[in-house]
């Protein structure tokens, strides 16, 4: 089992940053990706970036430039630094986890699940 807990999320302007951290326990020596999902009202939970150990990183179009996904692994930590943020970035997101050792895009291929952080963009 990994336990997840995200935080770091708020109201911001548009155009403004927020950094969310996602802070991982439990068996964390089996985690090979990690990844950030969003879930906007209504609507399904989208991609958003990941990173693995060999693989490196991989991100959302809509992110791309923006967004930049890291891990402190002497602290278990996930982060997503988010940058010139827009209204069509508000959304709840989630950090998870994958126990093999490939990128996904799809919300199924991941085993554990954060609780979500809310982020809201104001224009």
């Known amino acids: 089992q990994v336990q997840l807990v995200e935080s770091g999320g708020g109201l911001v302007q548009a155009g403004g940053s927020l950094r969310l951290s996602c802070a991982a326990s439990?068996?964390?020596?089996?985690?090979?990706?990690l990844a950030w999902f969003r879930q906007a009202p209504g609507k399904e939970r989208d991609f958003v970036a990941a990173i693995n150990w060999v693989l490196g990183t991989a991100y959302a179009d809509s992110v791309k430039g923006r967004f930049t996904i890291s891990r402190d692994n002497s602290k278990n930590t996930l982060y997503l630094q988010m940058g010139s943020l827009k209204p069509e970035d508000t959304a709840v997101y989630y950090c998870a986890v994958r126990m093999r050792n490939t990128i996904e895009f799809d919300a199924n291929s991941y085993e554990f699940w954060g609780q979500g952080t809310q982020v809201t963009v104001s224009s």
């Open positions: 439990g068996r964390t020596s089996s985690i090979y990706t």
